[in-house]
């Protein structure tokens, strides 16, 4: 994939990926099952980014493995109905369509189990939103590193990801107990349990 034989689309992502490999440390890549990924609003990615989107999907390229998206930076459907300018607009449809020719579900949401992309217990996965990594880790037992928009859409063309941070076993154990002897009972109850655990 490095040396370029299975294409430009591959070949740059693996680049990227192993440049995020050497700077954390990791030895090897390993299998995804899964991506999820981030860098989909056009606000965030403007002309350059876009470009790079385009660039890819022109080579043909293709995710390996299950793929969604995260958020767009507009309701696809309702746009007009909120006031959203025609021209951002249209750039935002053409960052979605690159996506879908790249073969990536354009579910547009930050929760992606809850759209058919749940991995399995002990699987490695490239996701990127910080509360789905969270629920993947704690939650659905996978197993995945907090993804940039550029290293998941690398994960998704070459279906691998550098093996380090979360995906190995010794930094998955917890540092912290948390004791709770409060009765909790509503959705408030939780939301204040949470904010006191993290803070």
Same mark, same amino acid.
């Given at each position: 994939m490095l040396a370029g034989e299975e294409?430009?689309?591959v070949?740059? @992502?693996m680049q990227i990926l192993a440049a995020l490999g050497e700077i954390f440390g990791a030895d090897k890549t390993?299998?995804?099952? *899964?991506?999820q990924v981030a860098g989909v609003s056009y606000y965030n990615l403007g002309e350059a980014g876009l470009e790079y989107l385009e660039n890819l999907a022109a080579t043909g390229a293709k995710a390996r493995v299950k793929t969604t998206l995260n958020p767009a930076g507009m309701d696809l459907e309702n746009w007009r109905e909120l006031g959203i300018d025609e021209?951002?607009?249209g750039k935002q449809e053409q960052v979605i369509g690159a996506y879908v020719r790249m073969g990536i579900t354009p @579910?547009?949401?930050c929760t992606p189990y809850l759209v058919g992309n749940e991995p399995d217990r002990g699987a490695h996965i490239?996701? *990127?939103e910080s509360s789905a990594v969270?629920?993947?880790?704690s939650i659905l037992g996978a197993?995945?590193?907090?993804e940039g928009g550029p290293s998941a859409l690398a994960a998704a063309l070459t279906g691998r990801t550098p093996c380090y941070g979360m995906h190995l076993e010794e930094n998955r154990k917890a540092q912290t107990r948390v004791r709770v002897e409060a009765k909790l009972a509503t959705v408030p109850d939780f939301g204040a349990l949470g904010y006191a655990v993290g803070k």
């Open positions: 294409g430009y689309a070949q740059k @992502s390993i299998p995804v099952s *899964s991506v021209e951002f607009a @579910s547009c949401t490239a996701w *990127s969270t629920y993947a880790n197993m995945t590193n907090r």
